[in-house]
């Protein structure tokens, strides 16, 4: 049964900084990529992030140069490294895991979420 749990999340004033973590277990976790994803209220669901089996990465254009994503296949665990936080970024933040990055968004694994509120 594949597994992802999510953790990190918090408030922090404008400017701060947090790291997400997505621990996954279940599946080979390296033949996965992983992405975050996030939600705001009365919004869709957004993906902030994503890498690929390889290392290759992509970011939404909003977090570009402030997030920062990575894995470590040895612990299969992903990150979401996130500086410069705005009050836009304010959502719960969920991992998920797919074999292609473009295909991430349909998955059946998903965390259950971790909330990132971001104060001004």
């Known amino acids: 049964q594949v597994r992802l749990v999510e953790s990190g999340g918090g408030l922090v004033q404008v400017g701060g900084s947090l790291r997400l973590s997505c621990a996954a277990s279940g599946l080979t976790f390296g033949s996965y990529a992983l992405g975050w994803y996030r939600q705001a209220p009365g919004k869709e669901r957004e993906r902030v992030a994503a890498i690929g089996s390889g290392g290759s990465t992509n970011y939404a254009d909003s977090v570009k140069g402030r997030f920062t994503i990575s894995r470590d296949n040895a612990e299969n665990t992903v990150y979401l490294q996130m500086n410069s936080l705005k009050p836009d970024d304010t959502a719960v933040y969920y991992c998920?895991?797919?074999?292609?990055?473009?295909?991430?968004?349909?998955?059946?694994?998903w965390g259950r979420g971790t909330q990132v509120t971001v104060s001004s």
């Open positions: 998920a895991a797919d074999r292609r990055i473009a295909t991430m968004r349909s998955s059946d694994y």
